[in-house]
């Protein structure tokens, strides 16, 4: 029996997969908006995945792996001429046993794909612990959200967008730490459709400490201070 973590593990690479879906795939955005530990998981999944896609090359294969592909298929039907509904249905029972023989595979490629890669990314993946969510203050299902963790050994902090709004090419989304008392302090500019690693520094640390996306001109603020609108923002927690 899978304990917590391997079930929340699996949840999450199902989710960063996109084989989670209807009302299942709802409940568990829901739950992730409530759990840092768990959004900073799917992070971890979506990015792991992401450097599965990016290490992979197109390799044409044999003629004789096609060749048993071709075998291993159902028969063609046998071309008759039975009456016009007969056709139909025998064609739509055919479609439907090689649809259904793509997806078994694919729900078999998946079941055996996840166990494996959580291994890998246990064991290869440094220590990340989530430090912060960063919500806007839109209350829907799909409000944007970015995840905070933070390597302890190498002293960064990796933020992953989801659901992340649409930005202008002439605007750049640039971090803030914003230490209790004192004044913002800029930590970098960041991707808004992939995870951005930035240094830390010591008011990442400094308790009561707050995290904060703001809306500025292309290659950040002019003046060290942010200028523009703040689109998301969270209490970092360590």
């Known amino acids: ?14 989710y960063a997969l996109g084989t989670l879906r ?12 409530q759990d840092p530990e768990l959004a900073a998981e799917v992070a971890r999944w979506q990015e792991a995945f992401a450097q599965l896609d990016n290490s992979l090359t197109p ?17 063609k039907p046998v071309q008759m001429t039975p009456l016009p509904s007969t056709a139909s249905g025998s064609r ?4 439907n046993r090689a649809t259904l023989g793509w997806a078994v595979a694919a729900c078999l490629a998946a079941v055996l794909l996840v166990p494996r890669l959580w291994e890998n990314s246990a064991v290869k993946s440094p220590a990340m612990t989530p430090v912060a969510v960063l919500a806007n203050s839109d209350a829907s299902a799909n409000a944007g959200q970015w995840v905070v963790t ?3 050994t190498t002293q960064q902090l990796t933020l992953t967008p989801l659901h992340a709004a649409a930005i202008s090419t002439d605007r750049s989304l640039e971090l803030w730490v914003i230490p209790a008392g004192g004044k913002p302090k800029s930590l970098g500019l960041l991707n808004n459709s992939a995870a951005t690693q930035l240094a830390m520094n010591d008011n990442v640390a400094a308790g009561g400490a707050l995290l904060a996306i703001s809306l500025e001109p292309k ?5 060290g201070q942010p200028t523009g609108a703040v689109l998301y923002s969270g209490k970092i927690v360590l």
């Open 59 to 75: 390799v044409a294969p044999p003629e004789s792996v096609w060749k048993r592909i071709q075998l291993q298929l159902p028969p």
């Open 22 to 33: 209807g009302p299942a795939r709802l409940q568990f955005e829901k739950q992730m908006q």
């Open 219 to 223: 290659g950040g603020s002019p003046t």
């Open 150 to 152: 933070a390597n302890n």
């Open 92 to 95: 739509v029972r055919y479609i």
């Open 1 to 14: 029996m899978k304990n917590r973590r391997e079930y929340q593990a699996a949840l999450s690479a199902e």
